[in-house]
């Protein structure tokens, strides 16, 4: 799937989701109440799926007058179309991930199938080794630390020849 194909499809499904947004709009009514003194329970909170304009102890809970008066009622909206574009998000950052899993499978197959040796190996080892240590036959990486490895000599010969200079003979870089 192209980079093209990738936005128009998200672009297609971000404009779906916020067309019909006041239909997964989640409303409800959230009442607080202190417990009854001789039950157990020492807080009742009751849920209901009302109007704004209904949202009181007393129309939710069915107490008095006078016990509402201790009662906390909020009425809180919950828009669905965050949560989805969320997991949507998720879903696709996975999918990408797995789509990089399998490209690196596919440049090295031999990556899931290391000897015990290898995988006991220290990693400063692999960063040491030489190019011509190295098959020719083997893998995009292996040749790609061959390099590395092969660089990070000639920088440390570099650094030891210019202590021995400086330290030794007392010359400096010119």
């Not at 006991?120 to 020719?136: G, K, N, S």
Request: net charge positive.
């Amino acid at each position: 799937m192209s980079l093209r194909t990738f936005v128009l499809v998200l672009f297609i499904g971000v404009v779906y989701f916020g067309v019909t947004k006041a239909q997964f709009e989640d409303c409800r009514c959230k009442c607080v109440c202190p417990g009854d003194p001789h039950s157990k329970h020492k807080v009742n909170v009751t849920v209901v799926s009302v109007p704004a304009l209904e949202c009181t102890c007393q129309h939710v809970t069915g107490r008095s007058e006078l016990e509402c008066l201790r009662c906390e009622c909020k009425f809180e909206v919950r828009s669905t179309t965050i949560i989805k574009i969320v997991v949507i998000f998720v879903l696709v950052l996975i999918g990408v991930l797995l789509a990089y899993l399998i490209a690196l499978l596919i440049m090295d197959p031999g990556m899931l199938k290391r000897s015990e040796t290898d995988r006991r190996r220290q990693p400063q080892e692999v960063l040491y080794q030489d190019a011509a240590e190295v098959a020719p036959g083997s893998s995009y990486f292996g040749r790609r630390l061959g390099r590395v490895g092969s660089a990070q000599k000639r920088w440390q010969h570099k650094v030891k020849q210019q202590r021995q200079d400086v330290f030794q003979d007392h010359t400096l870089l010119s």
